[in-house]
């Protein structure tokens, strides 16, 4: 139990501070309840833990933030500037209604908006204490924020980009015939914190007809020769901020004849959304860029999910890169860009790169080759 590792580092007070100031300024009159997790992260410094005892940062319209945090739990919040940000730690023990406190805080407020991901546990007990109050998701408005990621943040998704392509360039090491997916995924697992992570969130090794479901994880299965395989891996960095990258290799000579062909117009697709991106086209049209390619080539109906997806203190957050996201993209901005190609029962393939909108165009955080990489 008693790991002295360090405690991740925290951003300086003056940011922390100044994102407390816009997210009741985007609030505009509404209360805020942030649930631990990324957003409590993004605006205190730590994530904390969600449990059946509520913790929680309440924002009101008017007056001083407070965490409102049972007794046990308060360490856990221990070396954060939280006097400094001017946050008042409200500690409760066993015994006492927590939703009280928080609806005391929030006082009159009509509407309360809470983090997406708190559960509902929470979310009905918060009800109960405040009947007159509307309640609302937090996402639209905390996302307005956290969409568009300073110089430090995207430093971090920087480091966390060059941490995961050392990763592949190693695959080689471990992606051999006779190994199952598992025993890969170990040492692909292990050597993403050796590279530099804090630890590893995923480890994706699909191979040969498993490479044809996205989201696969790792199975028993023995990896062939003539395996197409698709490696999708990421973690966070110390500073929370997390790396996403797909590479797809094959092991020696692919057994289907199709797969150049078809890996050559994934390819040309996956550049065509990135060479598109800059401040001011919507995140559909990158969407768009990759599939037409995809779609021209015939291959529409194998390409199963958006193109990409908005990367931060969490894997998947906004801005969400589909049709139908009118969203125009802005400088800071950051996403996968991720088309794939899926035969089902037989092989896929993806490539993914986090990109970052800069002041005119994009800055791939990604640097690995996007060849298929033939071992
Ligand atoms: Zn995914
Ligand atoms: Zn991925
Ligand atoms: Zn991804």
């Not at 501070?17 to 957003?39: C, F, K, N, Q, Y």
């Not at 003539?226 to 092991?251: K, L």
């Amino acid at each position: 139990m008693a790991r002295h590792s360090a405690l991740p580092p925290v951003p300086d007070a003056a940011v922390l501070r100044a994102r407390l100031d816009r997210a009741r300024a985007t609030a505009a009159g509404t209360g805020l309840v942030i649930a631990p997790g990324s957003d409590l992260r993004y605006l205190i410094g730590r994530a904390g833990g969600s449990f059946e005892r509520l913790t929680t940062l309440v924002i009101p319209a008017d007056g001083a933030p407070a965490l409102i945090v049972p007794k046990l739990e308060a360490p856990g919040f221990d070396g954060l500037p939280l006097a400094d940000l001017g946050v008042e730690v409200v500690t409760w023990v066993d015994s006492v209604d927590p939703y009280r406190l928080a609806a005391d805080r929030l006082g009159g407020s009509e509407r309360v908006a809470v983090s997406d991901f708190t559960p509902a546990l929470h979310v009905l007990g918060l009800r109960e204490a405040l009947p007159k109050a509307e309640q609302v998701l937090a996402g639209p408005i905390v996302r307005e924020l956290r969409m568009r990621k300073d110089a430090a943040e995207i430093d971090a998704l920087r480091k966390a980009g060059a941490a995961i392509d050392r990763v592949h360039a190693r695959v080689g090491e471990w992606l051999r015939p006779g190994r199952t997916e598992a025993e890969v995924g170990a040492d692909i697992d292990a050597a993403i914190v050796e590279e530099g992570h804090a630890e590893a969130d995923f480890v994706i090794v699909g191979s040969g007809p498993n490479g044809a479901s996205p989201h696969h994880a790792l199975s028993g299965r023995v990896i062939e020769a003539g395996d197409v395989v698709v490696v999708d891996i990421g973690g966070p960095v110390a500073e929370g901020y997390n790396s996403d990258s797909t590479r797809t290799y094959a092991v020696g000579t692919p057994r289907d004849a199709d797969v150049s062909a078809t890996y050559a117009v994934l390819q040309q697709a996956q550049q065509a959304a990135v060479d598109a991106v800059r401040p001011g086209v919507t995140a559909e049209s990158i969407d768009a860029a990759a599939r037409d390619v995809i779609a021209g080539a015939g291959f529409g109906e194998y390409f199963i999910h958006r193109t990409g997806h908005g990367i931060g203190l969490d894997v998947h957050e906004d801005p969400y890169i589909v049709a139908g996201n009118d969203l125009a993209l802005e400088p800071g901005m950051a996403f996968s860009i991720e088309p794939g190609i899926y035969q089902a029962g037989r092989w896929g393939a993806r490539i993914e790169d986090i990109v970052v909108v800069t002041e005119d165009g994009v800055e791939p955080m990604n640097k690995q080759p996007h060849d298929l990489v033939v071992l």
